[in-house]
C-alpha cells in the first residue's frame, strides 16, 4: 500500500473530515501539523497553500475529495 501523510492544521474542519475517513477506512497515516517549520517547508515545496494536504505515495492531493482520494489510493 502507498504511504500517507495528512498535513492539517486544528481548526480545519476539511482536515477533520479527511481524518475521520481515514480512520473509518483503517489505514495507516502521518499526522502532520501543516504550521510546524519542517512541514511548512515540504508544503512549500510541494507548491500547496492551504490544507488539507494528502502525500499518497508520490502524488500530492490539495484539498478534500474522497472520491479524488480513492482514485489516487486505489487506481483502477
Known amino acids: 500500500m502507498k504511504k500517507i501523510?495528512?498535513?492539517?492544521t486544528?481548526?480545519?474542519p476539511h482536515c477533520k473530515e479527511a481524518q475521520r475517513y481515514l480512520d473509518s477506512k483503517g489505514l495507516t497515516y502521518r499526522l502532520?501539523?501543516?504550521?510546524t517549520p519542517r512541514a511548512s517547508k515540504e508544503l512549500q515545496?510541494?507548491?500547496?497553500?492551504s490544507v488539507p494536504v494528502l502525500?499518497?505515495?508520490?502524488?500530492?492531493m490539495v484539498g478534500w475529495?474522497?472520491?479524488n482520494f480513492?482514485?489516487?489510493?486505489?487506481?483502477k
Open 65 to 67: 475529495n474522497p472520491k
Open 32 to 35: 502532520t501539523n501543516a504550521k
Open 10 to 12: 486544528d481548526k480545519c
Open 45 to 49: 515545496a510541494m507548491g500547496a497553500r
Open 55 to 60: 502525500k499518497i505515495g508520490d502524488q500530492v
Open 5 to 8: 501523510v495528512l498535513y492539517v
Open 70 to 75: 480513492e482514485k489516487i489510493y486505489i487506481p
